[in-house]
């Protein structure tokens, strides 16, 4: 059986934490960062570590910074967290959100009218 490093834990925990904020199965998050869901369990339970390059692919792919997997974001609410990952967006990705939540806010704001 391995021993599971403290560090590994905390990392782990963060990953997750921000799978889940994304709103990602394992299966789905594995997907998309090219690891298999067994391996994200291994690392969300703190069983094995991650690299540098996986550590900057799940960034990259969750729109996160790296110091909110590797510090923690115990201080920023929902709305926060979102708003920086909108911010850490390429123009060509951000448009189709802007026009999603514009469309949103319009339908919202016919709502109330009712």
């Known amino acids: 059986m391995r021993v599971k490093k403290?560090?590994?834990?905390?990392?782990?925990?963060?990953?997750?934490?921000?799978?889940?904020r994304a709103g990602l199965t394992q299966e789905q998050f594995g997907e998309i960062v090219s690891l298999g869901a067994k391996n994200v369990s291994d690392?969300?339970?703190?069983?094995?570590?991650?690299t540098v390059s996986t550590l900057k692919r799940i960034c990259e792919k969750l729109s996160v910074s790296p110091d909110v997997i590797l510090f923690g974001n115990r201080d920023k609410n929902d709305v926060q967290f979102i708003s920086e990952r909108l911010e850490r967006?390429?123009?060509?990705d951000y448009k189709p959100i802007e026009v999603f939540l514009n469309q949103y806010f319009l339908l919202i704001a016919r709502k109330g009218k009712d």
């Open 6 to 20: 403290e560090e590994n834990i905390q990392l782990g925990n963060e990953i997750r934490i921000a799978r889940e």
């Open 89 to 92: 967006l390429s123009p060509e």
């Open 43 to 50: 690392i969300e339970r703190g069983v094995t570590g991650i």
